[in-house]
């Protein structure tokens, strides 16, 4: 101590032989220091004398004795803890008030652990795992089902539609003919190739013809003007024997008469009508 802290700073009383403390390079008896700057404890208002440890958070202080978990009272010194509006408190006191609980095993996920989120639910990472494999899922894409989640594979391998072309998993949109799924792009005509999807079609022994390809190879054809005969619902047409007609086809082949919903006579591949046929 030199001769210019021989006496305290504020009260001016000799120092010598007596406990002091140092502030801005001045020398204080403890009473006046403790007077003029010992911090308020935050727990119990006393003033936090410069022989006791004082523990500060955020601007505040506390003695030691006083830094407790505020709804267990055991003591914070060297241990983690949260602070809630204010209010201090152990990491297990925090969790029972404010952590998320898992949504699969319904225990808290405590305070500096990794959470996932999914749907407004959370999880430990160990129990956000593929409902089928049991790996966990972490950032990978996955696919909910029945409120269960699943890794892709698991659940193309479990659930997916396999389209009835190309073997391979239907994912999205698809289209059911004769009670098997298909690729919207895999629906094409079996003649032309285009896609069906969008468009009137016609089956044909369990393979699917866009109309064009359909009346090309396989729909039957008029006995009078060999154009094929539409197979379309609503088209009408006349059958006799083998052979087909469009309606506006079926005539008289001497006097070219329609023969719908009349008498008619046949006369080896010829048709006639009754006053023809009669006059022959």
Same mark, same amino acid.
């Given at each position: 101590m030199t001769s210019s802290q021989t006496d305290c700073h504020?009260?001016?009383?000799?120092?010598?032989?007596?406990?002091?403390?140092?502030?801005?390079?001045?020398?204080?008896?403890?009473?006046?220091?403790?007077?003029?700057?010992?911090?308020?404890?935050?727990?119990?208002?006393?003033?936090?004398?410069?022989?006791?440890?004082?523990?500060?958070?955020?601007?505040?202080?506390?003695?030691?004795?006083?830094?407790?978990?505020?709804?267990?009272?055991?003591?914070?010194?060297?241990?983690?803890?949260?602070?809630?509006?204010?209010?201090?408190?152990?990491?297990?006191?925090?969790?029972?008030?404010?952590?998320?609980?898992?949504?699969?095993?319904?225990?808290?996920?405590?305070?500096?652990?990794?959470?996932?989120?999914?749907?407004?639910?959370?999880?430990?990472e160990s129990c956000f795992v593929c409902q089928h494999c049991?790996?966990?899922?972490?950032?990978?894409?996955?696919?909910?089902? &029945?409120?269960?989640? =699943? #890794?892709?594979?698991? %659940?193309? /391998?479990?659930?997916?539609?396999? !389209?009835? @072309? $190309? +073997? *391979?998993?239907i994912t999205s949109g698809g289209v059911a003919y004769h009670?098997?799924?298909?690729?919207?792009?895999?629906?094409?005509?079996?003649?032309?190739?285009?896609?069906?999807?969008?468009?009137?079609?016609?089956?044909? &022994?369990?393979?699917? =013809? #866009?109309?064009?390809? %359909?009346? /090309?190879?396989?729909?039957?054809? !008029?006995? @009078? $003007? +060999? *154009?094929?005969?539409?197979?379309?619902?609503?088209?009408?047409?006349?059958?006799?024997?083998?052979?087909?007609?469009?309606?506006?086809?079926?005539?008289?082949?001497?006097?070219?008469?329609?023969?719908?919903?009349?008498?008619?006579?046949?006369?080896?591949?010829?048709?006639?009508?009754? /006053?023809?046929?009669?006059?022959?």
């Open positions: 504020f009260c001016l009383q000799p120092l010598r032989g007596r406990k002091y403390a140092l502030r801005d390079e001045n020398a204080y008896c403890v009473p006046c220091y403790d007077s003029l700057y010992a911090n308020p404890c935050e727990e119990c208002k006393q003033p936090i004398e410069c022989s006791s440890k004082d523990l500060a958070y955020k601007g505040r202080h506390w003695h030691e004795g006083c830094f407790r978990c505020a709804k267990c009272h055991r003591s914070l010194v060297e241990k983690p803890f949260a602070a809630k509006d204010e209010v201090l408190l152990c990491t297990e006191c925090y969790s029972d008030e404010y952590s998320s609980k898992c949504f699969r095993c319904q225990k808290t996920i405590m305070p500096g652990s990794r959470k996932m989120e999914f749907k407004g639910s959370s999880w430990h049991q790996q966990p899922l972490g950032t990978k894409p996955l696919i909910t089902k &029945d409120n269960e989640n =699943y #890794c892709v594979p698991c %659940f193309e /391998k479990q659930f997916a539609h396999h !389209c009835y @072309a $190309c +073997k *391979k998993v009670d098997q799924p298909w690729h919207q792009e895999c629906f094409v005509c079996a003649g032309c190739k285009t896609q069906l999807s969008r468009q009137r079609f016609i089956s044909k &022994d369990e393979y699917p =013809y #866009c109309v064009d390809c %359909f009346s /090309k190879f396989h729909a039957k054809k !008029c006995a @009078a $003007c +060999k *154009k094929p005969i539409a197979a379309l619902g609503g088209t009408k047409y006349i059958s006799l024997e083998e052979r087909q007609w469009h309606g506006e086809c079926f005539s008289c082949t001497k006097c070219s008469v329609s023969l719908v919903g009349q008498e008619f006579l046949t006369r080896q591949d010829d048709i006639l009508c009754h /006053k023809c046929g009669s006059a022959s």
